[in-house]
């Protein structure tokens, strides 16, 4: 059972930058990639940043390339999410998510592709 904790969110100036964080306990060298998503009030959840955990091959929402950088830390067990130039747009309740041992995808970026979520931590960005 893999248990994943978001840590980081607040409130920001456009502009401004934040880090989110994600410790995740459960998670094996066999779950083959993770990601961020986010939801904002009346909208879908869209996914934002996922990674490749063998290579590290990074995808991105096209609104957040350049801006965001998605890593993991060497153990492995601690996903980042750093979000710069924030717009308020980016406003939203966001996810860190994982999928079941062995699955694998090549739609990273889609929610129905992972199957375990944090509860999440609020990103505002006030203009």
């Known amino acids: 059972q893999v248990q994943l904790v978001e840590s980081g969110g607040g409130s920001v100036r456009a502009g401004g930058s934040l880090r989110l964080s994600c410790a995740a306990s459960?998670?094996?060298?066999?779950?083959?990639?993770m990601g961020w998503f986010r939801q904002a009030p009346g909208k879908e959840r869209e996914g934002v940043a996922a990674?490749?955990?063998?290579?590290?091959?990074?995808f991105y929402a096209d609104s957040v390339k350049g801006r965001f950088t998605i890593s993991r830390d060497n153990t492995g067990n601690t996903l980042y999410l750093q979000m710069n130039s924030l717009k308020p747009e980016d406003t939203a309740m966001y996810y860190c998510?994982?999928?079941?041992?062995?699955?694998?995808?090549?739609?990273?970026?889609?929610?129905?592709?992972?199957?375990?979520w944090g509860q999440g931590t609020q990103v505002t960005v006030s203009s």
């Open positions: 990674i490749y955990t063998s290579g590290g091959s990074t």
């Open positions: 459960g998670y094996t060298s066999w779950h083959y990639y």
């Open positions: 998510a994982a999928p079941n041992r062995y699955r694998y995808t090549g739609a990273p970026l889609e929610s129905l592709e992972y199957n375990y």
